[in-house]
């Protein structure tokens, strides 16, 4: 058995483990919420909120790179990546059948990477990033939101546990980079700036620029 077999064995192994060994009728109805993106139109109001009430000077490059970080994730998982790798879903699977519970319509064919987990990852980690650099403060929860759609996604039968592991890695790329960039614009370098930023000013950037 090659490395890839091994890999596809285990990912379907996982998925029927998730998917189908630990359902429960209470779990179904909070997984299809979880990935219904009606359910979260209220975080996103709120954080426009925040932004355009708590932090209106940096409101502009903030709403911007929000909508590319989303813009990029989708449209290169979709539309590149995707059609690229050719891995059916689950739900096409022939071999899965009977073993998999589709909770939700199949959708296209192509399953890898998610663009769920991309779209959220990069989300998560733009905010995480971008109001540490605003405020200094931490809101590990984007983690686990973003963490908790993943998980729906291969709960309700759409995605294989890679899937969603390759779709978070290229959120969570995409959202650093989208980070740096709101950096650049929201605290443009100037002279008198040099010398003392980022430590006075925005404790966050140096594990940032770090990281980058």
């Known amino acids: ?14 998925l029927v483990m998730i998917n189908h060994d630990s359902d ?7 997984m299809l919420a979880l990935r219904n993106p009606y359910t979260w ?23 911007c790179l929000s909508v590319l970080t989303f813009a990029i994730t989708d449209s290169v998982t979709a539309s590149v990546l995707k ?13 899965l ?31 995480f990033w971008s109001l540490w650099l605003m405020t200094g403060k931490k809101w590990r929860w984007l ?17 294989y546990p890679s899937d969603v592991v390759a779709g978070g890695l290229f959120g969570w790329a995409t959202g650093l980079i989208s980070a740096k960039l709101f950096h650049r614009w929201a605290f443009p370098f100037d ?11 925005h404790p966050g950037s140096v594990l940032l620029q770090n990281q980058l």
Request: hydrophobic share 45%.
């Open 1 to 14: 058995m090659s490395l890839l077999q091994w890999i596809d064995r285990i990912d379907k192994v996982l």
């Open 24 to 30: 429960h009728a209470l779990l179904d109805n909070v």
């Open 41 to 63: 139109v209220p975080l996103y109001v709120f954080m426009l909120w925040y932004v355009l009430t708590r932090r209106k000077s940096d409101a502009l490059p903030f709403i």
């Open 83 to 95: 059609p690229f790798f050719e891995r059916p879903r689950p739900c096409c699977d022939p071999a």
């Open 97 to 127: 059948q009977g073993a998999v519970r589709a909770l939700a319509d199949c959708g296209g064919y192509n399953s890898f990477p998610s663009s769920h987990a991309a779209n959220h990852f990069g989300l998560a980690t733009f905010w």
């Open 143 to 159: 983690w686990v939101w973003a963490i908790a759609i993943c998980y729906a996604q291969v709960y309700v039968g759409k995605h």
């Open 191 to 201: 002279k008198e700036k040099d010398e003392s930023f980022p430590k006075k000013e």
